[in-house]
Nanobody, 125 residues
Framework: VQLQASGGGSVQAGGSLRLSCAASGRTFSSYHMGWFRQAPGKEREFVAGITRSGEREFYADSVKGRFTISRDNAKNTVYLQMNTLKPDDDDTAVYYC?????????????????WGQGTQVTVSS
């Protein structure tokens, strides 16, 4: 599966962005999906994950209550709605979508075999 992330940009603190990740192929619904982010000088970290049919969602504590992951299997797309964005090191990062055939844990990058190219999110104070 090939993944194409989009929707990043620059926003002021407190604002919102919606990221999208479009997948190629006909088997999108067979993959668990996740969003990760990486800031300069930091390791890639888990943001949110969603199961194949969307019945379960998982979030990092740092984004719980502010971000929402969702998917539309008919459109082969997963979304990340980001509200109440925090400035600088909190939410500013390159955001990546990823696909996994099988989770040991939705939070582990090594459990994802396919990655998109990343989209930059910059939050200013």
């Amino acid at each position: 599966v090939q993944l194409q992330a989009s929707g990043g940009g620059s926003v002021q603190a407190g604002g919102s962005l919606r990221l999208s990740c479009a997948a190629s192929g006909r088997t999108f619904s067979s993959y668990h999906m996740g969003w990760f982010r990486q800031a300069p000088g930091k390791e890639r970290e888990f943001v949110a994950g969603i199961t194949r049919s969307g019945e379960r969602e998982f979030y990092a504590d740092s984004v719980k209550g502010r971000f929402t992951i969702s998917r539309d299997n008919a459109k082969n797309t997963v979304y990340l709605q980001m509200n109440t964005l925090k400035p600088d090191d909190d939410d500013t990062a390159v955001y990546y979508c990823a696909a996994s055939s099988y989770w040991g844990s939705p939070r582990r990058p090594q459990d994802y075999a396919y990655w998109g190219q990343g989209t930059q999110v910059t939050v200013s104070s």
